[in-house]
């Protein structure tokens, strides 16, 4: 079973832009969760997504959204790019409780410059 | 406000002794406990979990310690092993619903050979 894969693996923005990062789940997991990780600061969580609805959110600003599409697979943007969004993006996916095993992709190293 | 700590940002054992990573937990909430390991350039991987009804769950080198009381976990890794140095998550969540487990910042550990 492939595993999840998250593209672009790498990516370079200046400050004001707009990203998009997208995140294809195992098949079968309809659960795709998104995280940011910075150095010092273990994953925060970003937001939930389950059946096409943001079902959990973290405390990002408003700046960091997303979106998942009826094969579960799930893009996340982030608008107005700042220095302090530069980090690895990193998505799991799970079947559905809290206790499943959630899955993470490789992650998305994006620099802001 | 962390409710998952992981207070030794690193951490250095000699090859073939025991790694102990420690975690702690504020939110009585939580029944259900992961440890993820971590590769640069990679995501997590899932390593071993515990649930509340337990306080030990063991998997070939790695066992899992909880102590409900003092809301405290840890990783015991023996023997260690060189390709043991990574990054190490501790996580905790709730089971039984559409709750996100929440994540320690990470504990470094290097196994010297």
């Known amino acids: 079973k492939a595993g999840v894969t998250q593209t672009p693996r790498y990516l370079i923005k200046t400050r004001g832009q707009q990203v998009t990062l997208s995140c294809s789940p195992i098949?079968?997991?309809?659960?795709v969760s998104w995280y940011q990780q910075t150095p010092g600061q273990g994953l925060q969580f970003l937001f939930e997504?389950?059946?096409?609805?943001?079902?959990n959110k973290g405390n990002f600003p408003g700046r960091f959204s997303g979106r998942q599409f009826s094969n579960s697979r799930s893009e996340m943007n982030v608008s107005t790019l700042e220095l302090g969004d530069s980090a690895l993006y990193l998505c799991?996916?799970?079947?559905?409780?809290?206790?499943?095993?959630?899955?993470f992709g490789p992650g998305t190293r994006l620099t802001v410059l | 406000d962390q409710q998952v700590k992981q207070n030794s940002p690193s951490l250095s054992v000699q090859e073939g002794r025991i790694s102990i990573l420690n975690c702690d937990y504020t939110n009585s909430m939580f029944d259900y406990f992961l440890w993820y390991k971590k590769y640069p350039a990679e995501g997590p991987t899932f390593l071993i979990s515990i649930s509340s009804i337990k306080d030990k769950n063991e998997d070939g080198r790695f066992t899992v310690f909880l102590n409900k009381s003092a809301k405290h976990l840890s990783l015991h890794i023996v023997p260690s092993q060189p390709g043991d140095s990574a990054v190490y998550f501790c996580a905790a969540t709730r089971s039984g619903g559409s709750y996100i487990p929440t994540f320690g910042r990470g504990t470094s550990l290097i196994v010297h050979p």
């Open positions: 098949s079968g997991h309809r659960s």
């Open positions: 799991a996916s799970s079947t559905d409780r809290g206790e499943d095993t959630q899955y």
């Open positions: 997504y389950f059946s096409e609805t943001q079902r």
